[in-house]
Nanobody, 122 residues
Framework: QLQASGGGLVQAGGSLRLSCAAS????????MGWFRQAPGKEREFVAV????????DYADSVKGRFTISRDNAKNRVYLQMNSLKPEDTAVYFC?????????????????WGQGTQVTVSS
């Protein structure tokens, strides 16, 4: 089971750090990703990280602003979000996959956690 946390309300230009905690499984055997879904829009890819953390990929819209990381010992994945923009407003989900395929898509991820709301005000 995956549980995302750390969302909230922040002004444009601000930062948030999301955390995803896994229970009942060890994340070291999984590719971990972050996705987001804004009202009325499809769920979209944000960032993904390989099993050992040695390779990451990002959506163009967040490159240079967001950083995904993982701590397999703590069974957690993080998303550091800097320079936030109003268009980053969405519910953010963490997810796990057994395969590494780029570009990452929601269909490749079989395990999902409950999301956390991020709201960026202008």
């Amino acid at each position: 089971q995956l549980q995302a946390s750390g969302g909230g309300l922040v002004q444009a230009g601000g930062s948030l750090r999301l955390s995803c905690a896994a229970s009942g499984r060890t994340i070291s055997g999984y590719v971990m990703g972050w996705f987001r879904q804004a009202p009325g829009k499809e769920r979209e890819f944000v960032a993904v990280i390989k099993w050992s953390g040695d390779y990451r990929d990002y959506a163009d819209s967040v490159k240079g602003r967001f950083t995904i990381s993982r701590d397999n010992a703590k069974n957690r994945v993080y998303l550091q979000m800097n320079s936030l923009k109003p268009e980053d407003t969405a519910v953010y989900f963490c997810a796990a996959s057994t395969v590494w395929v780029l570009p990452a898509s929601p269909a490749r991820f079989g395990s999902w956690g409950q999301g956390t709301q991020v709201t960026v005000s202008s």
